[in-house]
């Protein structure tokens, strides 16, 4: 892993890094059943470093076998998602901004736990219906990455039928929108 803490370090990453025994114990769960321990905890603090991140790790994928990257925010999934053994991208520490909210839209970032966002989109007259049992915990981002439902799924959907459009960043290490065409 050092050919790939020099890389992320030559890219310019200004986010933190974790290796400690603590963090990576603490991020080898979620919710689920699985337990895999991380090498490593990044928390990335802006959208460049998450470029920087997935450039590192392109670049660093045939030197280092088994080299990924588990996206993670709140850890509420049972599926397991949210554990990995290699890089854990925690998003709660600085993607946790609402960047927008009106009666009929808002924009997160995937660290926004839906508590939060909850209590906003209600003082604008609007409401999430997608919402899943553990609600309290949950955050948006890991709502939207596993289509989230819960209680109201069946009247108003899923959390798919709420998102417009998803800013990513790609294995190419560049920013993408995606939309509907």
Known sequence: MDLFYETLKQKGFEGEIDTTEESRQFYSHDASLFELMPQVVVFPKANADLERLVSAVNECRDKIPGLSMTARSAGTD????????SIIIDFTRHFNQIE???????????????????????????????????????????????????????????????????????????TYVLQPL
């Open 100 to 174: 927008e909210m009106t009666s009929t839209s808002s924009r997160t970032q995937p660290g926004v736990l839906y508590r939060i966002f909850e209590k906003a989109s209600l003082e604008k007259g609007a409401l999430l219906p997608s919402f899943p049992a553990s609600r309290e915990l949950a955050s948006v981002g890991g709502m939207v990455a596993n289509n989230s439902g819960g209680e109201k799924s069946l009247e108003f959907g899923k959390t798919e039928n709420y998102v417009k459009k998803l800013k990513v960043v790609l294995s190419d290490g560049q």
């Open 78 to 85: 049972m599926s397991g998602a949210a554990v990995g053994e």
